[in-house]
């Protein structure tokens, strides 16, 4: 589990947002023209038959939704999987309003969406979660309204937050700290540590319409704020993927295939 099946050559990408310029004999839901945006891969553990890198890719219908107009190709673009991940975790663990929920590594492109989600969406007392001092610090208490941050530089967060969290999501490959922080009977996930499944279930996205037009609503009402470090051009993919690589990235990296 945690590895995705390649045959190269091989697109690139999941998350997608633009035109449509072609509709399936049994499409109803959409039509040429229409605004949409997802991710195009039915299962992201899955093989990979197809990828979003590209000026035309096919997107399934049943796990595209309509684009909401006041936001952006870009924005669209850079929500998806990380916005359907979080509600995975939240919903398979049991949120439910006023529960304090911890998400490790909340700077990234996962943790800085669901912390909004957690928050607005699923009505969270409380959330948490971990960020160096200063820059990051501040990211997270304005992008995803953190109400606690520990600086895991120089702090213990399992210590600090100990039997703190009714649920718990693992972006960071630190479940043990984790499982620290979770109560008795609360519901840790991790989508970083497939080897530990006695301490948190692992998992990998499914998308489904549910979800996504789930994140088209949230957008449209602005529960959820697209939260974007760079857009690079086409020409400039490969360093959008090195710069991701190297780990300084605060929210996600989209990639503008045509203006």
């Not at 998400?103 to 928050?119: C, D, E, R, T, Y």
């Not at 540590?193 to 489904?208: G, Q, R, S």
């Not at 697209?226 to 780990?247: H, L, M």
Request: glycine share 12%; aromatic share 6%.
């Amino acid at each position: 589990m945690g590895i995705v099946e390649t045959s190269f050559p091989v697109v690139v990408g999941y998350d997608v947002a633009g035109v449509v310029e072609e509709v399936g004999k049994d499409v109803t839901d959409f039509k040429i023209g229409d605004r949409v945006f997802g991710d195009i891969m039915p299962q992201s553990n899955g093989v990979k038959v197809r990828g979003g890198m590209a000026e035309f890719c096919v997107a399934p219908a049943n796990i595209i939704a309509i684009l909401p107009e006041s936001i952006s190709f870009e924005e669209g673009a850079a929500v998806p999987v990380a916005a359907m991940t979080a509600m995975q975790a939240f919903t398979d663990t049991g949120a439910k309003p006023g529960d304090n929920i911890f998400v490790s590594g909340g700077a990234g492109g996962v943790g800085i969406h669901a912390l909004q989600i957690a928050k607005n969406s699923y009505g969270a007392g409380e959330v948490a979660t971990t960020a160096s001092a200063g820059k990051k610090t501040e990211f997270v208490k304005e992008k995803g309204n953190a109400d606690r941050i520990v600086d895991y530089k120089s702090e213990d967060a399992g210590e600090i937050l100990k039997g703190w969290a009714d649920i718990v999501l693992d972006t960071t490959k630190e479940v043990e700290m984790g499982a620290k922080i979770l109560k008795d009977g609360g519901g840790i996930r991790t989508i970083a540590e497939f080897e530990k499944p006695d301490i948190a279930i692992p998992f990998m996205l499914v998308p489904t319409k549910e979800r996504i037009n789930a994140v088209a609503s949230d957008l449209a009402s602005g529960k959820l704020k697209a939260v974007i470090d760079k857009v690079y051009t086409f020409e400039d993919a490969i360093e959008a993927y090195q710069y991701q690589a190297g780990g300084r990235a605060m929210g996600k990296i989209v990639v503008k295939i045509v203006d």
